[in-house]
């Protein structure tokens, strides 16, 4: 059972009273003004020739893992810029893989094989996957998040990515721009605004790539692929 990790009780009120005020911060012109600079920062510092041709290859790629893994190379490159900028780099910090992490069943096959991992691939379960994608459309996502918001991943291990090599490509490309990772922290019945930079040009193309065939691009939480975590 994975404990969910909000913030305390006992901390709750002192942690409302800072987020407030750096929401007052930096949702503001200013605040936009110096997002604004750390995103322009970050882009002058991406590769995006190496972004380019990454991208060009996984969409002329025949095989669907060469398409997923040039993608995750472009991921790769895309974050070198964020790195520059961000505050996630300095290690010790994990509030972010304790949130839904929704991946297709083409990513989790790539996972599985590079780690071991035992991929749930159970007829039933996957019918209920495919059932309730078909009963809740959009909804599904939502209710997926909802479902593991501040709940950690099972890969998360002593507060690191025990498949930080493997991890998926939504792992590679999640940033944040603010100073830290007070607004990442997860508070029962709140949810708090981001700042980040537009991941889209990655994920987007993610998606391209698996296109629609169930067989690739059924969708659902890492933790749902993978109950056991590593193990087999
Ligand atoms: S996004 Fe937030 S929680 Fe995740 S590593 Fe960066 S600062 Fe930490
Ligand atoms: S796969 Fe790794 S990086 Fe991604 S949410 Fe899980 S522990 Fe975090």
């Known amino acids: 059972m994975l404990t969910p990790r909000y913030v305390p009780d006992e901390a709750l009120q ?16 200013e605040g936009y003004a110096i997002f604004q600079a750390k995103a322009d920062r970050a882009i002058a510092a991406t590769d995006k020739n190496a972004v380019s041709v990454a991208l060009q290859r996984a969409h002329k790629a025949p095989a669907m893992r060469a398409r997923i ?11 070198e810029g964020l790195k520059t900028v961000a505050p996630c780099t300095s290690g010790g910090c994990s509030d972010c893989c304790s949130q839904a992490v929704i991946i297709s069943r083409a990513e989790a096959e790539i996972l599985a094989a590079e780690t071991g991992a035992y991929l ?71 949810t708090n605004r981001i700042p980040g930079l537009d991941i889209e040009p990655i994920m987007g193309n993610l998606a391209r790539v698996i296109g629609t065939d ?17 193990n087999k």
């Open 214 to 230: 169930s067989n690739a691009a059924d969708h659902t939480d890492i933790r749902d692929w993978f109950p056991k975590g590593l």
């Open 120 to 190: 749930e691939r159970n007829p039933a379960y996957i019918a209920r996957i495919a059932d309730a994608m078909s009963r809740h459309h959009r909804n599904f996502d939502r209710d997926t998040a909802e479902k593991y918001t501040a709940v950690p991943c099972i890969f998360l291990k002593a507060g690191r990515c025990s498949i930080y090599e493997h991890r998926p490509i939504a792992c590679r490309v999640h940033f944040t721009l603010d100073r830290d990772n007070l607004l990442c922290r997860f508070i029962k019945g709140q």
């Open 69 to 79: 893994l040039w993608i995750r190379k472009a991921g790769d490159h895309f974050a």
């Open 14 to 29: 002192d942690h409302l009273t800072r987020v407030a005020q750096r929401n007052a911060e930096i949702f503001t012109p």
